[in-house]
């Protein structure tokens, strides 16, 4: 081969390998008549005698050649054998046995290709193809040779030698028709084997098809006039190349600049570059943290939630829910509401227990929140430390002292607020326990405490009238209470003290001190609502059927059938829901409004508690960091930055890596560019 083609085609490829990049091999396929020389141009090409020879017809199947350029020994290997091969004569004997394997011993062609790599020095990368000789025949095995040599012939990357003895017209040869078929370079090799000449001619592929045929200034004569022709083909390819080469060094050397920047230039030994470096580095990161939390970043994930949207949902998915799932009165018996009533009554006693009770059961339930409020500030700081784990940047990538000791000051400021953040969502419940309004005004419309109590008056005043119609018991000493006309009062005496412990007493103000103060405060929720009071009278009922409760209209509430009221039963009108079997009235009244008040300070606390935690610990920090950390790291730590500000290993090796990288794709650029000017 031409020994400057040789010298370019090594270099494409030298500069194509640091490039990454895999070269077009060109092939020639070398095609013509059974007993053409084939097989002697091939070695032509390959400078080595490695075919076998002998009388009739010796190439019986496809033999692929890969020739390739390497600076080891020269050697030659079979795709079929495990082996090396450094003597021809053994290259040739391999070739004639694997004919045998799979051609048979009758002459027969076969398709099926033997391949084999040479390797040297001297070589070029080439693909040479050595295809049986076609004939006129039209049978399986001929068929399915000029398949296979149509798979060749169509590469773009392909040279087609047309072999014709000169005794013959290549014309209406097999060989060029089937050249024909694909628009491809072409040579035509003109042989005389039968004077012993060999290769005779070379001509350009159209030369005896054309008019007028091309000039033959090139008529040169045997195997050198074969390389020197061959050179144009192999040299168009390789130009055809060249463009992609230089788009792919150029792309190479702008990618490896960006590499290497992102990397950053070596901090050398000035003290004014180190502190810039620390300072720049200060302010990427809380500006890192800052947007992370405010939800600013370029590159949002659409997969998972970052940032300040895990915060969020700190706040509303699990705080709010938790706080929402949360039964007031899951835990609270029917016993021990009766029990705190009477308990609030003290020695009285009496008909309704005093608000103390309310205030008593009500304090307990409230301190429940405690939890879900610290849970949920621990949970915000769990947050915001792997915010600040996840900011980082290429420099501190590159200086890990650095990076740890901004961590290290951050995660303190976040532990220094998180402390009073704690506290003061703390006092939130204390201060929701510390006083029970129970004139809020949402308390009763929120539940059924009206209709409960309304329920409880209707049951006491059926409980007073049956006690004022009984007679006094085994007692000589009272007279009988004379009998009144209707709708008049009968006079009575005061009765012992003794006997209230019956439930009667002669004074009205004692048997309704209790019930008074509570039920004035539900019946004094409506402006047209009068308030149950007791007859002024401290004699007893001349009658059962007397109403003691004067009840006025509930314009929030259904209108209730006051039929029954009279009954010594005390059933509820059927608009009022049934209680349950352990509960009388007033514990239902009591349960009813400890479920009311809770969910009134629950939403409070739902509220309250994001705006604490967001005020005294996320906007704090967030308005905090970057003075601090300068205050912290830049200040205190001017006469230590060039001990923290040391580079990561790995980042300084890298950095050699992406430069020698660099200077590479540079050379390959500009060699291409000497290429293209001085070669092509």
């Known amino acids: 081969m031409d020994p400057e083609l040789r010298e370019l085609m090594n270099r494409v490829k030298e500069i194509a390998d640091s490039l990454g990049s895999e070269l077009d091999v060109p092939q020639i396929v070398v095609i013509g008549p059974p007993s053409s020389g084939k097989s002697t141009v091939v070695e032509c090409l390959v400078q080595r005698e490695v075919l076998p020879r002998g009388p009739g017809i010796t190439t019986r199947c496809p033999i692929v050649i890969r020739l390739v350029h390497s600076d080891q020994s020269e050697w030659s290997e079979f795709g079929h054998l495990e082996k090396r091969f450094t003597d021809y004569a053994e290259i040739r004997e391999e070739i004639q046995n694997e004919t045998l394997r799979v051609a048979g011993r009758n002459k027969g062609i076969s398709s099926q290709p033997i391949f084999m790599k040479m390797q040297s020095p001297a070589f070029v990368d080439l693909i040479l193809v050595d295809l049986p000789g076609l004939t006129t025949l039209s049978n399986g095995a001929e068929n399915r040779l000029r398949s296979f040599a149509m798979e060749y012939l169509s590469n773009h990357r392909t040279t087609v030698l047309v072999v014709s003895p000169v005794h013959t017209n290549v014309r209406d040869s097999e060989a060029m028709k089937l050249a024909q078929m694909v ?54 390819q390789i130009k ?94 029917a016993a021990d509401i009766r029990t705190a009533i009477r308990n609030s009554s003290g020695t009285k006693g009496g008909l309704f227990g005093s608000d103390v009770a309310f205030e008593m059961l009500m304090k307990p339930q409230i301190r429940i929140l405690e939890g879900p409020v610290t849970r949920c500030v621990d949970l915000v700081y769990d947050e915001m430390v792997q915010i600040c784990h996840a900011c980082t940047s290429e420099e501190l990538r590159r200086f890990p002292r650095i990076r740890t000791q901004l961590l290290e000051d951050t995660l303190q400021l976040i532990r220094e607020r998180v402390i009073p953040t704690r506290e003061f969502a703390r006092s939130l419940v204390d201060i929701e326990e510390s006083y029970i309004n129970a004139s809020h005004p949402e308390l009763v419309a929120r539940s059924n405490a009206a209709r ?123 608009l009022t829901p049934p209680l349950l079997p352990e ?98």
């Open 183 to 236: 628009d491809r370079p072409r040579l035509i090799v003109r042989t005389d084997f039968e004077n012993g000449i060999g290769i005779l001619d070379v001509f350009a592929g159209d030369a005896l098809v054309q008019t007028p045929p091309l000039p033959r200034a090139l008529r040169a004569k045997g195997s050198a006039r074969l390389l020197k022709a061959i050179s144009t083909p192999l040299r168009n």
């Open 240 to 333: 055809d190349q060249l463009p992609t080469l230089k788009t792919r060094a150029n792309t190479l050397v702008i990618q490896t600049q960006r590499e290497l920047d992102s990397l950053g230039s070596s901090v050398g030994d000035d003290p004014h570059l180190h502190s810039a470096l620390v300072l720049k580095m200060i302010l990427q990161f809380s500006d890192s943290f800052v947007t992370s939390i405010n939800g600013t970043v370029c590159d949002l994930s659409t997969t998972d939630l970052t940032g300040g949207s895990r915060i969020y949902s700190v706040f509303h998915d699990m705080f709010g829910r938790a706080l929402r799932e949360m039964d007031p009165v899951a835990h609270l018996l």
């Open 452 to 574: 409960t109590a309304k329920a409880l008056s209707r049951q006491v005043t059926a409980k007073k009238k049956s006690k004022a119609s009984r007679k006094p018991l085994g007692s000589s000493t009272m007279p009988p209470t004379p009998m009144a006309p209707l709708g008049e009062t009968a006079p009575t005496k005061p009765l012992p003290r003794s006997h209230s412990a019956l439930g009667i007493s002669s004074q009205a103000d004692e048997s309704a001190s209790g019930r008074d103060k509570l039920l004035r405060y539900f019946f004094k929720q409506s402006g047209n609502m009068s308030i149950p009071q007791p007859k002024t009278s401290t004699s007893l009922p001349s009658s059962p059927d007397r109403q003691n409760f004067e009840d006025g209209p509930l314009p929030s509430q259904p209108d209730f059938n006051d039929s029954d009221a009279g009954s010594s039963t005390g059933s509820d009108s059927p």
């Open 583 to 680: 509960e009388d009235p007033e514990t239902a009244l009591i349960r009813s409004l400890i479920i009311s008040y809770f969910d009134i300070v629950r939403e409070s606390i739902e509220d309250l508690v994001p705006k604490v935690i967001m005020h005294s610990l996320v906007n704090r920090v967030t308005a905090e960091l970057q003075n601090h950390l300068i205050r912290d790291v830049y200040m205190k730590k001017t006469d230590e930055i060039s001990t923290i500000l040391v580079e990561d290993e790995s980042a300084v090796r890298e950095r050699q890596r992406i430069k020698a990288q660099l200077e590479v794709y540079t050379r390959a650029g500009v060699a291409l560019t000497d290429i293209s000017r001085y070669y092509i």
